[in-house]
């Protein structure tokens, strides 16, 4: 793999009352300004969105795009695959880059101001229509029985969701740019929270969030801002659970964690930190373990041992990640990029961690049906 | 759910697919999960189409490895054998009755669930007009292979001894109580002792109607509304003569077409009739008394109340000599003058104006050219 990452731009993520249109023009302008480029110099665009139709009544968002860059008739099309389109995209507009260079990769969410019933029967859509909408299978019960059985099959706590909640909690109080930047959770607040789906609480999930977020790729660095990509799979996995062998690992994930790791020719070792897709704390811990940095049920030891903090041996989601970065959905894998790139420039501030020369992404779609991952490496 | 698996290389599909795309191999058709409870969560969040929480999902394993999850309303555990619920299916014959607007839906409905279907009435030139509706609406979601096959699971009769095949028999003939008494007395007559016999009467009192059948122990009502493919809602009604066994087979089967049904008492109107004639009256007065035009009032009432659709052009669509009927019906049997149409009703009945149907109701409407 030869593709650099030659400018990033993310809006805050969480509530706001910027409309679909404002929030991907101002991920890509400040992406382009990042990048030191203009509209014109751009070659080909990939939009990343999940909901926009059912939402807000807005599909055909390449043309949406579009209309951002009067005249420019760029070649560009849009990718959903659920929570992963983020992800889908990036690694679409790497491949683009055999024909097109530089490409913008741009992923937008609008979630707020939608009635939480229509929303969460929304989000719902990654589920299949038959198999998991029709008995009640809303997003947080899928992970609720992912978790109750990666519970039951090693020994995982509800103390060790929590763990992972107060974690991302704390990260985010670094990053300007997260949903819950200003919010102060307490262990209290994370144990007493109001019950979703057993054994989750609302601590145990992702924040309803709006937020875009952009990269510019190229075959050639333009400085020691940019960052190099090292690998990038997809994989993908039956879409249902009942569809699955197992249920307590996503092997999307393992596989693509496989492909992108011998692109990079690296090891599971070679991994600084990384920004892993905790739309619910089990997901995290699970995350970990699908991508190699801990064996199968072992996670919750390096979670536990405090190593999954800033100033731990392996440092996941210092973001503050989707649990309280906000999960803008299609966003959120090319946010998760932009903050790795944050943190090999060494512009994260105060949420800049020691050792950031390889990063990794891990970006899903539902309940595991779609698996993007990413390693990107210094310029 | 039924799940299929290829003969040759053992792939599973969760889909009723013809074959599996690894091999091309032959798919059999396994039985249901009958296996163990392994997760199981409490949901407390609604969501559109399951807004009634707490539910539980859980996640049952068999032997073989196969998971199915199934949804319930009441706490299951880790490890408790469970056959997750089958859809009904609805491999019977069900004879209609009548070939009005219900009638015809409920033919449509019933060929799109797949049930075979005797469909009687009185004059063959009305039932072939009705045959042609049916299948004119059908063509829209059936491809030619099932309407062939729609087609042969339809027989049209205007003789009542075909009805000796059905299961079930579901009245929908004119809403006037000699006519329907006397339908369902012949239709009686031809149907097997075993067969559920169901009026679709919206305001008759099923009471009375069981009162003079041989078996009134097998009769109900199954209240559909129009049009019986796209609204959810049947009113499944008992009277004091059905039996349990009946009772239970009449919602055993609006869950078979697909439907919700909510159990109601054989009282005047029932549930939804009863509450909205009352709506509709009402907004009929606040128009005499000009609290505001129709237009706003259906608009306040539609966007106030977030229904669908205006008491005022519900009123059109419904025809104005329907909806006094009803109320004068109610007025009597609830010994309720509130319910009696206001004057204004009274006045459109008189001048002809009885809505869409006429083209003029509390609006005017122009037919539209390419309407079916």
């Known amino acids: 793999m030869r593709a650099s990452i030659i400018g990033v731009g993310k809006t805050r993520f969480g509530p706001t009352t910027y409309t679909l249109v404002q929030l991907l023009h101002q991920a890509i302008t400040s992406a382009l300004a990042d990048a030191g480029l203009e509209a014109r110099d751009l070659q080909a665009f990939v939009v990343a969105n999940f909901l926009a139709g059912p939402n807000n009544s807005q599909l055909h968002l390449n043309a949406v795009v579009a209309g951002l860059m009067p005249g ?308 | 759910m039924s799940t299929r698996r290829c003969a040759h290389c053992g792939a599973l599909y969760p889909y009723d697919i013809e074959s599996c795309t690894l091999c091309g191999g032959e798919l059999e058709e396994l039985p249901p999960v009958h296996g163990v409870v392994v997760a199981s969560t409490r949901v407390e969040t609604p969501s559109r189409t399951h807004e009634q929480v707490p539910y539980w999902v859980a996640l049952v394993r068999d032997d073989d490895g196969r998971v199915v999850l199934t949804k319930r309303d009441a706490d299951v555990d880790v490890g408790d054998a469970l056959a997750p619920e089958e859809p009904p299916r609805l491999d019977e014959t069900v004879g209609v009755l009548g070939y009005g607007a219900m009638g015809r839906g409920l033919v449509e409905l019933l060929l799109l669930r797949g049930a075979s279907v005797v469909w009687w009435g009185r004059f063959p030139d009305k039932l072939a007009d009705g045959r042609a509706h049916v299948f004119d609406r059908l063509t829209r979601s059936l491809d030619q292979s099932q309407i062939v096959e729609a087609e042969d699971k339809l027989t049209c009769s205007t003789d009542m001894s075909a009805l000796s095949r059905c299961d079930l028999v579901i009245e929908a003939v004119a809403e006037d109580l000699t006519t329907k008494l006397e339908v369902l007395k012949e239709a009686e007559a031809h149907m097997r002792t075993s067969a559920v016999l169901a009026t679709n009467t919206s305001s008759l009192s099923i009471d009375e109607l069981a009162s003079t059948l041989e078996h009134p122990e097998r009769f109900g009502g199954l209240h559909f509304f129009n049009p019986p493919v796209r609204m959810q809602l049947v009113e499944t009604v008992s009277s004091a003569y059905t039996s349990p066994e009946v009772s239970r087979a009449l919602e055993r089967y609006a869950l078979a077409f697909g439907k919700v049904p909510v159990n109601v008492a054989p009282s005047p109107g029932f549930v939804v009739n009863r509450a909205l004639m009352r709506l509709l009256n009402e907004a009929v007065r606040e128009l005499e008394e000009g609290v505001a035009s129709a237009q706003d009032i259906d608009c306040a009432i539609r966007l106030g109340l977030n229904h669908p659709m205006g008491p005022l052009e519900l009123a059109d669509l419904i025809g104005v000599d329907v909806v006094v009927s009803i109320m004068e019906d109610l007025a009597t049997r609830l010994d309720d003058p509130s319910y009696a149409p206001r004057p204004l009703l009274r006045e459109m009945l008189t001048r002809g104006e009885l809505g869409r149907k006429t083209g003029a109701g509390f609006y005017a409407y122009v037919p539209h050219p390419s309407a079916p």
């Open chain 1, 72 to 379: 420019l008739h760029l070649p560009g099309w849009r990718a959903e695959a659920a929570c992963a389109s983020g992800g889908v995209a990036l690694h679409q507009g790497l491949l683009a880059l055999n024909e097109y260079d530089p490409v913008l990769v741009v992923g937008v969410e609008k979630l707020t101001g939608i009635p939480g019933a229509d929303l969460t029967h929304n989000i719902g859509m990654a589920g299949d229509a038959g198999l998991d909408q029709a008995v009640g299978l809303t997003f947080p019960a899928s992970y609720a029985l992912v978790a109750q059985e990666h519970m039951r099959l090693y020994g995982t706590t509800v103390q060790d969701l929590e763990r992972v909640a107060l974690k991302n909690h704390t990260n985010a109080r670094n990053n300007p740019k997260a949903h819950f930047h200003q919010k102060n959770v307490t262990e209290a607040d994370i144990a007493q929270g109001p019950v979703v789906a057993t054994p989750l609480r609302l601590y145990d999930c992702c924040p309803i969030s709006d937020g875009a977020a952009a990269v510019i790729l190229s075959r050639e660095p333009v400085d020691n801002r940019s960052a190099q990509v090292l690998g990038s799979a997809v994989r993908t996995d039956a879409i249902s659970l009942v569809q699955r062998e197992t249920r307590t690992s996503f092997s999307a994930a393992v596989e693509a964690a496989h492909d992108a790791f011998r692109q990079a020719d690296i090891g599971a070792d070679d991994v600084d930190f990384a920004e892993v897709h905790d739309c619910f704390t089990i997901a995290e811990i699970i995350a970990m373990e699908d991508l190699g940095l801990a064996a199968p049920g072992e996670a919750v030891e390096l979670l536990r041992a405090g190593e999954t903090a800033p100033g731990g041996a392996i440092p996941i989601n210092v973001s503050g990640g989707l649990k309280a970065g906000g999960h803008a959905i299609g966003a959120t894998g090319i946010g998760q990029v932009c903050e790795v790139v944050k943190q090999l420039r060494r512009e994260a501030g105060q949420g800049q961690i020691a050792r950031a020369d390889i990063g990794v992404t891990h970006n899903i779609g539902g309940v595991g049906g779609t698996a993007a991952i990413h390693v990107i490496g210094r310029g």
